[in-house]
Nanobody, 126 residues
Framework: QVQLVESGGGSVQSGGSLRLSCEASGFTFSNYCMGWFRQAPGKEREGVGTISIDGTTRYADSVKGRFTISKDNAKNTLYLQMNFLQPEDTAMFYC????????????????????WGQGTQVTVSS
């Protein structure tokens, strides 16, 4: 079955960096568009960024220039490099997958993604 497992979260100080990973299994990774999402306590889930099957990326305005999404199809792994982290980036981060045939690639709305990981916590202190 489809499985997405995030890792790499942790606690950092403001200005620091983290690299999240999302290992995928149970589906043909190269045929799926992937997304990163986050949810802070008391707030709605927010789309962070997406990557399409051709490597095209899209980012939320709040992370542009600081976060970079990439993937390694050979390793079935999605990455999120986060630089210049700020306290407002504190959240649970999730990866998600949607089949390219659904025509929803690049969507920052989590509603279109059928598959989700369990999340990894990122905490940024000032």
């Amino acid at each position: 079955q489809v499985q997405l497992v995030e890792s790499g979260g942790g606690s950092v100080q403001s200005g620091g960096s983290l690299r999240l990973s999302c290992e995928a299994s149970g589906f043909t990774f190269s045929n799926y568009c992937m997304g990163w999402f986050r949810q802070a306590p008391g707030k709605e889930r927010e789309g962070v960024g997406t990557i399409s099957i051709d490597g095209t990326t899209r980012y939320a305005d709040s992370v542009k220039g600081r976060f970079t999404i990439s993937k390694d199809n050979a390793k079935n792994t999605l990455y999120l490099q986060m630089n210049f982290l700020q306290p407002e980036d504190t959240a649970m981060f999730y990866c998600a997958a949607v089949p390219v045939m659904w025509g929803a690639c690049g969507t920052l709305s989590g509603k279109v993604y059928p598959y989700w990981g369990q999340g990894t916590q990122v905490t940024v202190s000032s």
